[in-house]
């Protein structure tokens, strides 16, 4: 069937990427100037600890070897210690992952409906003041820097209103209603970052379909202007919105690693940053794996939610 | 129809954002000669507010902040520029070169940047940061190389497209060289979105080069860089002062103007060939 055949394709495509993504990160250890170890540890390290973390990485096996390895431990959830802590990177892993899928999700949940309706909305009244809004809107959230809405929307609603705390550190003692009040702030401008673009996509793509000659038929033959909308128009619009929707999440995803910088939320983003300047290798690797592999994952989705959708795409040329 | 006069007919829109970039450009360019500080000199407490004698207040050091702000957009502006320009050079030469020759060097060329576009760059960058450290040659390599990739598959798609049309079959039916057919023929007839895309580019270079030195791994220092200043001030925002905000504002600023800019490129090129047509 040429569907399950399109997707598998895709799905085969993703597979390449992610392995590709995997030998980069595993050569990011290959790239260190010199010998890995000494690298790592500097200059007056003793030559006992070099030996020590040269076993810890594994680095006296050979470089083929060396990559299945580290592959099958990443699989099995063996992450090793953390290089500057000495700690077992697995359980701070599962912490800091949680804390950002729980802001991404709950950006999510506020961009992503509000995206749709403003974007259906300003579809169906086009030409009005609406519009003006929605593509000012959109050339400043291409133009501004995420720190730049963060610190804004910090200044203004935790300083002066005092509405949200400055700081949204979160833990696992606070309640539920807690902890959302604590990343208003953080989420709110993760939605700024994705709103507009989201909103407009789904704009463009809504007067797409509406341009299409069955729904001047329908117009003729006399459905209500509801009607039209839901039976005919929508339909045809999800496709293309929900692509637009998966590849704003994969934005999402990595523009979280700056707005969690600028609330110290104790995310994987914060923790990347955090381990790279630490020079970390062990904790950047798996980080970078992980925001890689979602970014692939969304994007893979946002192309298949696309074939599904419009069966053009399913007869290439 | 003389440039100058072509410019003339330019809407508002674009020639105030145009005029601000010129101001700001020449600010950063020459305006510390006429300031009585430097900005590496200490002048007053820490944070001052806004005055006469300090227009944009004090930093975190007590240094001029108008100062700082003019010497960090020196390195700011012009290490996107660098690295915009380069990221054009690579790009639309291999993206020429790959619709140009087709066959299997097209077919490798793509695949490595459809392979390469699917990592997100900020991760990449921390991944080559962390590894590499972060100098200057490291940034702006590794900010080329992504900024490559966009105007690599712009430009192929371009002179694919122009490529076909008739003037290039007449000019190889003329008898023309492969360089006359793509620096006459092909390059101008896409300079238009070329130059628009440059814009955008150049945009987008100042944001992730702003962004890497805000997370503390951007341009090193003692060179100061907005992103860095951003940084740096930041500690100012939990007693309720805005100095992070100046530098912040300023990236925004030249981002919102060249981003206009470039919209009225696209836009003017669609006003004038449905005037020719």
Same mark, same amino acid.
């Given at each position: 069937?040429?569907?399950?055949?399109?997707?598998?394709?895709?799905l085969?495509?993703?597979?390449?990427?992610?392995?590709?993504?995997?030998?980069?990160?595993?050569?990011?250890?290959?790239?260190?100037?010199?010998?890995?170890?000494?690298?790592?540890?500097?200059?007056?390290?003793?030559?006992?600890?070099?030996?020590?973390?040269?076993?810890?990485?594994?680095?006296?096996?050979?470089?083929?070897?060396?990559?299945?390895?580290?592959?099958?431990?990443?699989?099995?959830?063996?992450?090793?210690?953390?290089?500057?802590?000495?700690?077992p +990177?697995?359980?701070?892993l599962?912490?800091?992952?949680?804390?950002?899928?729980?802001?991404?999700?709950?950006?999510?949940?506020?961009?992503?409906?509000?995206?749709?309706?403003?974007?259906?909305?300003?579809?169906?009244?086009?030409?009005?003041?609406?519009?003006?809004?929605?593509?000012?809107?959109?050339?400043?959230? @291409?133009?501004?820097?995420?720190?730049?809405?963060?610190?804004?929307?910090l200044?203004?609603?935790?300083?002066?209103? %005092?509405w949200?705390?400055?700081?949204? %550190? @979160?833990n696992?003692?606070?309640?539920?209603?807690?902890?959302?009040?604590?990343?208003?702030?953080?989420?709110?401008?993760?939605v700024?970052?994705?709103?507009?673009?989201?909103?407009?996509?789904?704009?463009?793509a809504?007067?797409?379909?509406?341009?299409?000659?069955?729904?001047?038929?329908?117009?003729l033959?006399?459905?209500?202007?509801?009607?039209i909308?839901?039976?005919?128009?929508?339909v045809?619009?999800?496709g293309?919105?929900?692509?637009?929707?998966?590849?704003?999440?994969?934005?999402?995803?990595?523009?979280?690693?700056?707005?969690?910088?600028?609330?110290?939320?104790?995310?994987?983003?914060?923790?990347?940053?955090d381990?790279?300047?630490?020079?970390?290798?062990?904790?950047?690797?798996?980080?970078?794996? +992980?925001?890689?592999?979602?970014?692939?994952?969304?994007?893979?989705?946002?192309? +298949?939610?696309?074939?599904?959708?419009?069966?053009?795409?399913?007869?290439?040329? | 129809?003389?440039?100058?006069?072509?410019?003339?007919?330019?809407?508002?829109?674009?020639?105030?954002?145009?005029? !601000?970039?010129?101001?700001?450009?020449?600010?950063?360019?020459?305006?510390?000669?006429?300031? =009585?500080? $430097?900005?590496?000199?200490?002048?007053?407490?820490?944070?001052? =507010?806004?005055?006469?004698?300090?227009?944009?207040?004090?930093?975190?050091?007590? $240094?001029?902040?108008?100062? $700082?702000?003019?010497?960090?957009?020196r390195?700011?502006?012009?290490?996107?520029?660098?690295?915009?320009?380069?990221? #054009?050079?690579f790009?639309?030469?291999?993206?020429?070169?790959?619709?140009?020759?087709?066959?299997?060097?097209?077919?490798?060329?793509?695949?490595?940047v459809?392979?390469?576009?699917?990592?997100?760059?900020?991760?990449?960058?921390?991944?080559t940061?962390?590894?590499?450290?972060?100098?200057?040659?490291?940034?702006?390599?590794?900010?080329?190389? #992504?900024?490559?990739?966009?105007?690599?598959?712009?430009?192929?798609?371009?002179?694919?497209?122009?490529?076909?049309?008739?003037?290039?079959?007449?000019?190889?039916?003329r008898?023309?060289?492969?360089?006359?057919?793509?620096?006459?023929?092909?390059?101008?007839?896409?300079?238009?979105?070329?130059?628009?895309?440059?814009?955008?580019? #150049?945009? #987008?270079?100042?944001l992730?080069?702003?962004?890497?030195?805000?997370l503390?791994?951007?341009v090193?220092?003692?060179?100061?860089?907005?992103?860095?200043?951003?940084?740096?001030?930041?500690?100012?925002? &939990?007693?309720?002062?805005?100095?992070?905000? !100046?530098?912040?504002?300023m990236?925004?600023?030249?981002?919102v103007?060249?981003?206009?800019?470039?919209?009225?490129?696209?836009?003017?090129?669609?006003r004038?060939? &449905?005037?020719?047509?």
């Amino acid at each position: 069937m040429v569907l399950t055949r399109l997707i598998a394709k895709r799905l085969f495509g993703a597979l390449v990427t992610l392995w590709f993504v995997t030998v980069l990160i595993f050569l990011a250890v290959e790239c260190l100037p010199g010998d890995a170890a000494e690298a790592l540890l500097g200059k007056d390290a003793t030559p006992v600890a070099v030996e020590n973390l040269r076993a810890e990485l594994h680095l006296n096996d050979p470089p083929v070897e060396r990559y299945v390895g580290w592959l099958g431990r990443v699989a099995v959830g063996d992450l090793g210690k953390s290089l500057t802590t000495n700690r077992p +990177i697995a359980p701070m892993l599962a912490t800091r992952l949680s804390n950002t899928l729980f802001l991404a999700a709950t950006a999510a949940a506020i961009a992503v409906p509000l995206a749709i309706i403003l974007g259906l909305v300003s579809a169906l009244y086009r030409g009005t003041r609406l519009d003006r809004v929605i593509s000012v809107l959109s050339l400043a959230s @291409i133009s501004f820097p995420e720190f730049f809405v963060g610190y804004i929307l910090l200044v203004v609603f935790a300083l002066n209103l %005092g509405w949200f705390p400055v700081l949204s %550190g @979160i833990n696992p003692d606070m309640g539920l209603g807690e902890q959302l009040h604590r990343i208003v702030l953080p989420a709110l401008t993760l939605v700024c970052l994705v709103l507009a673009y989201m909103m407009r996509m789904t704009r463009a793509a809504v007067i797409n379909v509406l341009s299409n000659p069955y729904i001047e038929m329908a117009e003729l033959k006399g459905c209500s202007r509801r009607e039209i909308i839901v039976r005919h128009a929508f339909v045809n619009a999800v496709g293309p919105v929900a692509n637009v929707v998966a590849l704003s999440l994969a934005y999402l995803v990595v523009g979280v690693v700056v707005v969690e910088v600028v609330f110290t939320y104790p995310g994987l983003g914060q923790w990347m940053v955090d381990s790279v300047s630490k020079q970390d290798i062990l904790v950047v690797q798996i980080c970078g794996l +992980i925001f890689g592999a979602t970014y692939i994952g969304l994007n893979l989705t946002a192309d +298949i939610v696309a074939v599904l959708f419009n069966p053009k795409l399913r007869h290439p040329r | 129809m003389t440039r100058f006069t072509r410019l003339r007919g330019f809407p508002l829109s674009t020639w105030l954002p145009l005029g !601000v970039l010129v101001v700001i450009t020449l600010a950063v360019a020459v305006g510390p000669a006429f300031l =009585p500080y $430097r900005a590496e000199e200490i002048v007053g407490d820490l944070w001052e =507010p806004m005055s006469w004698a300090h227009p944009l207040g004090t930093d975190q050091l007590g $240094r001029d902040m108008l100062a $700082r702000v003019l010497e960090g957009g020196r390195t700011s502006l012009s290490l996107a520029a660098v690295i915009a320009g380069l990221a #054009f050079l690579f790009g639309s030469g291999a993206g020429l070169t790959a619709a140009f020759l087709g066959g299997w060097v097209d077919t490798a060329l793509s695949r490595a940047v459809d392979l390469l576009m699917a990592f997100p760059p900020l991760i990449f960058a921390l991944l080559t940061i962390a590894v590499l450290g972060n100098s200057i040659p490291v940034l702006v390599t590794v900010l080329t190389l #992504f900024e490559a990739l966009r105007i690599f598959r712009l430009t192929r798609s371009l002179a694919m497209e122009i490529a076909v049309q008739e003037f290039v079959a007449v000019a190889r039916l003329r008898g023309e060289g492969i360089g006359w057919i793509l620096f006459r023929e092909i390059l101008p007839n896409g300079m238009v979105p070329l130059m628009a895309e440059l814009a955008i580019r #150049f945009v #987008f270079g100042l944001l992730f080069l702003s962004s890497l030195s805000f997370l503390g791994l951007g341009v090193p220092p003692p060179a100061p860089d907005w992103g860095g200043m951003v940084r740096d001030n930041a500690p100012a925002v &939990s007693f309720g002062l805005s100095a992070p905000l !100046v530098p912040a504002a300023m990236i925004a600023i030249v981002a919102v103007c060249v981003n206009l800019v470039a919209d009225s490129l696209l836009h003017t090129r669609g006003r004038s060939r &449905s005037a020719e047509g």
